[in-house]
C-alpha cells in the first residue's frame, strides 16, 4: 500500500483529493492508498444526501464565514477544523470478501482501527454505532464510504484536540441517530482522544503495512474536481 500525508490549502481541494484518488484507482492505478490530512480552517461538510436546511445551521455559518461543503461518500454532518485527523482508504474490493458489501466493510476497518490505536489510550475503544470509534461511549471519530466497482473510498476524522463546544452553534442535534448516542448534545457526545497525530498516523500505517510514499498525485483531476464541484453551490447545495 501506498500513502501519502497530503493537506491542501483549502477545504474543497482536500475533499476533490480524496474523490480523485478514488477515480485513479478504479481507473488502474494497481496500488492501494493510504492518505491523511489536517484541516486549517473550520467548515462544515454533509454526506452525499445530506440536506442542509435540516442539518445544518445555515444563518450561523453564513454569519460566521463557515464554508458549508458536500463530499462524495455517505454519513452524517460533520464540522471540521484545527484539532481533527483525516485519513482516506482507498481499497480493492475484489482483494478480500470482507469488503464485498457496504456492512461487513465497516466492521473489518472498524476493528482493524479499535486493535491499531487501543495501545494508544489507557481507555477502552469500542466500535459503536455502524462506524463510530468511542472512549466509553464518547465519540472520538466517524466515517464514511463510497464504493464504485472495483474499488472503494473509506474515510473518516478523529478528533485530537479540537474545540467541540463550536459545534453546536453550526450543526443542530441530528435527527438520524445512533441508539447508542441518545438524546445526547454534541459536547456531552464526543470527545477528543489527546493522541498526537504522529502516533495515529504510524498506528494507522503499520496496521496497512502502508510504507511506500504515492509518488503520482492526480493533481490536474483534483484541480478540475475542485472548482467544478466542490467549490460550487450547483453540488453543495443540491439538497
Known amino acids: 500500500?501506498?500513502?501519502t500525508d497530503l493537506t491542501f490549502m483549502t477545504p474543497e481541494h482536500n475533499l476533490a483529493c480524496d474523490e480523485a484518488l478514488l477515480d485513479v484507482c478504479e481507473d488502474?492505478?494497481?496500488h492501494e492508498i493510504l492518505r491523511f490530512w489536517e484541516p486549517t480552517q473550520f467548515f462544515v461538510v454533509v454526506g452525499y444526501s445530506g440536506k442542509i436546511r435540516s442539518e445544518v445551521n445555515l444563518s450561523s455559518c453564513q454569519k460566521s464565514a463557515i464554508p458549508i461543503l458536500r463530499r462524495s461518500s455517505g454519513g452524517g454532518t460533520i464540522l471540521q477544523g484545527p484539532g481533527c485527523l483525516n485519513f482516506s482508504l482507498i481499497l480493492r474490493i475484489e482483494n478480500s470478501h470482507k469488503?464485498?458489501?457496504i456492512t461487513e466493510t465497516n466492521s473489518y476497518i472498524?476493528?482493524?482501527h479499535k486493535e491499531a490505536l487501543q495501545p494508544l489510550v489507557a481507555s477502552k475503544i469500542g466500535v459503536e454505532g455502524f462506524s463510530d470509534l468511542a472512549l466509553n461511549t464518547l465519540k472520538f471519530s466517524?466515517?464514511?464510504q463510497r464504493r464504485k466497482r472495483h474499488v472503494l473510498l473509506f474515510h473518516g476524522t478523529f478528533l485530537l484536540d479540537f474545540d467541540i463546544s463550536v459545534i453546536e452553534k453550526f450543526i443542530p442535534l441530528p435527527s438520524r441517530r445512533p441508539s447508542y448516542r441518545g438524546n445526547r448534545v454534541h459536547k456531552n457526545f464526543l470527545t477528543n482522544i489527546n493522541?498526537?497525530?504522529q502516533k495515529i498516523k504510524e498506528a494507522l500505517q503499520n496496521s496497512w503495512n502502508a510504507r511506500e510514499r504515492l509518488e503520482q498525485i492526480p493533481y490536474e483531476e483534483i484541480e478540475q474536481l475542485a472548482k467544478a464541484r466542490y467549490k460550487t453551490d450547483d453540488w453543495n447545495f443540491k439538497f
Open 99 to 101: 469488503l464485498s458489501r
Open 110 to 112: 472498524m476493528e482493524r
Open 28 to 30: 488502474g492505478y494497481p
Open 1 to 3: 500500500m501506498k500513502y
Open 195 to 197: 493522541v498526537p497525530s
Open 142 to 144: 466517524g466515517n464514511a
